[in-house]
Nanobody, 120 residues
Framework: VQLQASGGGLVQAGDSLRLSCAAS????????LGWFRQAPGKEREFVAA???????RYADSVKGRFTISRDNAKNTWYLRMDSLKPEDTAVYYCAAGDSGAYYMAEFNYWGQGTQVTVSS
């Protein structure tokens, strides 16, 4: 499975961005899909995930501001980021795992990352 993330950029605090991740997999519809991020000098952390049934979960730091969604017909998932804050600045990675994937280590496939920079 190959993943291609896109949509990052430089924005101001309060702005919005939408990240996309395109995957090549015949059984994409059964994967759990996620977004993670890594800020400079920090460990990679969970942001959001969506499973095969559409159930979603979010990190507390982004809950209410970010929305994860998927389009199985396009083999693509998205991260809509609203009300961005400077602390959201990071490289964002998309990832995919088996249907039961929950922890970061259970996501087997990773995209190359896309930079999001939020200025104050």
């Amino acid at each position: 499975v190959q993943l291609q993330a896109s949509g990052g950029g430089l924005v101001q605090a309060g702005d919005s961005l939408r990240l996309s991740c395109a995957a090549s997999a015949r059984t994409f519809s059964m994967y759990t899909l996620g977004w993670f991020r890594q800020a400079p000098g920090k460990e990679r952390e969970f942001v959001a995930a969506i499973n095969w049934s559409g159930s979603t979960r979010y990190a507390d730091s982004v809950k209410g501001r970010f929305t994860i969604s998927r389009d199985n017909a396009k083999n693509t998932w998205y991260l809509r980021m609203d009300s961005l804050k400077p602390e959201d600045t990071a490289v964002y990675y998309c990832a995919a795992g088996d249907s039961g994937a929950y922890y970061m280590a259970e996501f087997n496939y990773w995209g190359q990352g896309t930079q999001v920079t939020v200025s104050s």
